[in-house]
């Protein structure tokens, strides 16, 4: 049964996963959009709209909080200040998925995730 169990394994071990989530945030926030399955689009958009929902406090407290989700201060310094104002007025929903297709070497579903434009 899986009762209470957040998430996707991903088929990896907590450590190899955790390290392929930050590593997925990390490129969203500083490119603005990445490409990927879309399983691993899904899970870290949930940790994303998470991260986003605290730095668009600004304070010193969201701060550490995003660090210690996201530990690189340059990156953690794009999302609160370039990022999260962009977001000010919204309620959540901060990124989008997109289907684009199927990998060709293993047929596998891709996705792009990217933040939503703030006009919008």
Same mark, same amino acid.
């Given at each position: 049964?899986?009762?209470?169990?957040?998430?996707?394994?991903?088929?990896?071990?907590?450590?190899?996963?955790?390290?392929? #989530?930050?590593?997925?945030?990390? *490129? @969203? !926030?500083?490119?603005?959009?990445?490409? &990927?399955?879309? +399983?691993?689009?899904?899970? #870290?958009?949930?940790?994303?709209? *998470? @991260? !986003?929902?605290?730095?668009?406090?600004? &304070?010193?407290? +969201?701060?550490?909080?995003?660090?210690?989700?996201l530990p690189d201060s340059s990156v953690i310094n794009?999302?609160?200040?370039?990022v999260a104002p962009k977001f000010v007025d919204r309620?959540?929903?901060?990124?989008?998925?997109?289907?684009?297709?199927?990998?060709?070497?293993?047929?596998?579903?891709?996705?792009?995730?990217?933040?939503?434009?703030?006009?919008?």
């Amino acid at each position: 049964m899986k009762h209470q169990k957040k998430g996707r394994g991903l088929s990896l071990p907590a450590d190899r996963r955790l390290a392929l #989530v930050r590593n997925m945030m990390r *490129s @969203l !926030v500083i490119h603005q959009a990445i490409t &990927t399955t879309e +399983a691993k689009a899904k899970e #870290v958009q949930r940790h994303v709209e *998470s @991260l !986003v929902t605290v730095a668009r406090r600004g &304070t010193v407290h +969201a701060r550490r909080v995003a660090l210690a989700a996201l530990p690189d201060s340059s990156v953690i310094n794009i999302l609160i200040h370039e990022v999260a104002p962009k977001f000010v007025d919204r309620p959540g929903g901060y990124t989008r998925i997109t289907r684009v297709g199927f990998r060709r070497g293993d047929g596998a579903q891709m996705a792009r995730l990217e933040f939503v434009d703030a006009e919008a």
